[in-house]
Nanobody, 124 residues
């Protein structure tokens, strides 16, 4: 079955960096758009970045220039490189798989599988 397992979260000071990984299994990663979302308790889940099957990228304005999404289809892994981290980046970060193959989407309802998430805390 489809599984998405995030890792790489942790505690970091403002201005620091983290690299999140999402290990995918149970489907052909190269055929699907993948995204990273984040959620803070009491707030709606927010799209951070998306990468299409062909490598097209989308970023939320709040992370543009600081975060980079990438994928290694051979290794079945999606990454989120986060630099210049700010306290407002503190959240649980989830990776997600698009419902339809070869479809680029940034609509949360178009994702059908989610990982459990990895916690990121940015604080001095």
């Amino acid at each position: 079955q489809v599984q998405l397992v995030e890792s790489g979260g942790g505690f970091v000071q403002p201005g620091g960096s983290l690299r999140l990984s999402c290990a995918a299994s149970g489907f052909t990663l190269r055929s699907y758009c993948m995204s990273w979302y984040r959620q803070v308790p009491g707030k709606e889940r927010e799209l951070v970045a998306a990468i299409s099957a062909g490598g097209t990228r989308f970023y939320a304005d709040s992370v543009k220039g600081r975060f980079t999404v990438s994928r290694d289809n051979a290794d079945n892994t999606v990454y989120l490189e986060m630099n210049s981290l700010k306290p407002e980046d503190t959240a649980v970060y989830h990776c997600a798989k698009a419902r339809l193959s070869y479809t680029f989407t940034v609509t949360i309802g178009q994702y059908d599988y989610w990982g459990q998430g990895t916690h990121v805390t940015v604080s001095s």
